[in-house]
Every structure is written in C-alpha cells, then in structure tokens.
C-alpha cells in the first residue's frame, strides 16, 4: 500500500472527515474474542446437558429402586403372613399332640418360614441387583438400608425356620429397621 498525502478539503467534504490509514485486516484481532465466547458457550451447554442427563439417570435409579423396595417389602409381610398362618392354624394342635404329631406340625412352620426365607432373598437380590451411581449418595444410603431391613427379616426367618416355632418376633429392630429404609427413600426423593 502506498501512501498518499492527503489532499486539502473541497468545498465538497466535510472539515471532520478523516482517512484511516490501515496496516492489516482487523478481522485477526476479534476473533480471538469469538472463540473464547464460542468454547465458553460450548462449556456452558455441556455442563447443562450433563446435568439434565445425571437427573434423568438419579430418576430412573430412584424409581427403579423404590419399586425393588416395594416388592421385598411387600414379600417381607407376606412371607410373615404366611408364617403365622401356618403357626395359628396348627397353634390348637401344638399343645395336646403326641410329640411325633408336634414334631410335623412344627415342620410345617418351619418350611412356611423356609419358603419365606427364599422368597425375602429374592427380593432382596433384586434390591441388591438396583444400579446407582457413585455420586447419588442418598440414593446409596437408601439402598443400604433396604438391604439391611431385609436382611433382619431374613435372619429372623431363618431363625424360624431352625427352631420350628415363631417365638418372639424382634418388632422394634423390624420397625426401626423399616423406619430407616423408608426415611431414607424418601430422602432420596
């Protein structure tokens, strides 16, 4: 480029008029600016989408695990139901029966507590079986105390299911137990 001296103003233009003088396009100098706005605002959408994504996974674990501890809830009480059935139908029996006619019936309470057992490990590794994530703590938490419900009344079905007799049921650890998971789902909600 070439310069050229500037000539004096006509009557024409304008006393405010001014040549520029350029050294090089200037489009260089403002994309610097239009990249940083362009990885900026790709971030900015990536963290958003990620976000979205985690949500939608904490959902589908939540439901997924709040239907696992539906179900082993639910066969935790029918298995007991089924237990004490079996105990209040031959519970007239048990008392006046020779002690070959009380070994069976006692049997039979076993193998209901037995079936129980079976039933409640089910659920329970269905439960065990939920996938979550690493970084959903309080859906963790949940998780672990549904499997610990579960394994309280796994353990005392078991227990039946060796002595042949109902006895004492452990309530207040059932409860407390229940009481726990039941916080802890919705917690995680």
Do not use: C
């Not at 589908?60 to 139908?89: G, I, K, P, V």
């Not at 507590?113 to 938490?141: C, D, E, F, N």
């Amino acid at each position: 480029m070439r310069w050229q001296p500037r000539p004096e103003p006509d009557a024409d233009q304008s006393t405010g008029h001014i040549d520029v003088l350029s050294t090089g396009p200037r489009e260089n100098r403002s994309r610097v600016p239009q990249l940083i706005a362009l990885a900026v605002g790709v971030v900015v959408v990536v963290v958003f989408a990620a976000a979205a994504g985690d949500r939608a996974l904490r959902h589908r674990e939540f439901l997924s695990l709040s239907s696992a501890a539906n179900d082993a809830q639910t066969t935790a009480t029918h298995a007991d139901a089924q237990m004490l059935s079996t105990r209040q139908y031959t519970m007239p029996l048990l008392g006046s029966a020779p002690a070959n006619v009380r070994a069976g019936l006692e049997q039979l309470i076993a193998q209901s507590a037995g079936q129980g057992v079976t039933a409640v490990m089910a659920t329970r590794a269905k439960v065990a079986s939920t996938s979550v994530l690493p970084w959903h703590p309080a859906l963790r938490k949940a998780k672990k105390a549904e499997l610990a419900y579960l394994d309280s009344w796994t353990a005392y079905l078991e227990t039946v299911a060796r002595n042949g007799d109902v006895g004492t049921m452990p309530t207040q650890q059932l409860d407390a137990d229940l009481s726990t998971a039941t916080a802890a789902l919705q917690h995680a909600a």
